[in-house]
Nanobody, 123 residues
Framework: QVQLVESGGGLVQAGGSLRLSCAASGRTFRNYAMGWFRQAPGKEREFVAA????????NYVDSVKGRFTISRDNAKNTVYLQMNSLKPEDAAVYYC????????????????WGQGTQVTVSS
């Protein structure tokens, strides 16, 4: 079992920045990949970013490349999503997720999910 708790969401103006955090507990954190997903009202949940077990590899959806950065601190059992140049279309509930089957930066196949944190971007 993996427990995930997100934090850092809030209201920000377009062009602003936020950093989301996700604290993990349970299984050995450095042994599994982590990802961020988001879901806007009326839309399906979508993949945003993923990071490998040691942080060396990352994967992003095209719409956030160059603006968002995923990273992890295995000493703190925490994954981060730095979001810069935010746009109104980035507004959503953001979820972190753990993929315990391995270290690959997949866009699917995540096993455990956090409760989500709301990001609101005003224009």
């Amino acid at each position: 079992q993996v427990q995930l708790v997100e934090s850092g969401g809030g209201l920000v103006q377009a062009g602003g920045s936020l950093r989301l955090s996700c604290a993990a507990s349970g299984r050995t954190f450095r042994n599994y990949a982590m990802g961020w997903f988001r879901q806007a009202p009326g839309k399906e949940r979508e993949f945003v970013a993923a990071v490998s077990c040691n942080g060396a590899f990352t994967n992003y959806v095209d719409s956030v490349k160059g603006r968002f950065t995923i990273s992890r601190d295995n000493a703190k059992n925490t994954v981060y999503l730095q979001m810069n140049s935010l746009k109104p279309e980035d507004a959503a509930v953001y979820y972190c997720a753990a993929r315990v089957s391995g270290c690959y930066v997949a866009t699917f196949g995540y096993d455990y999910w956090g409760q989500g944190t709301q990001v609101t971007v005003s224009s």
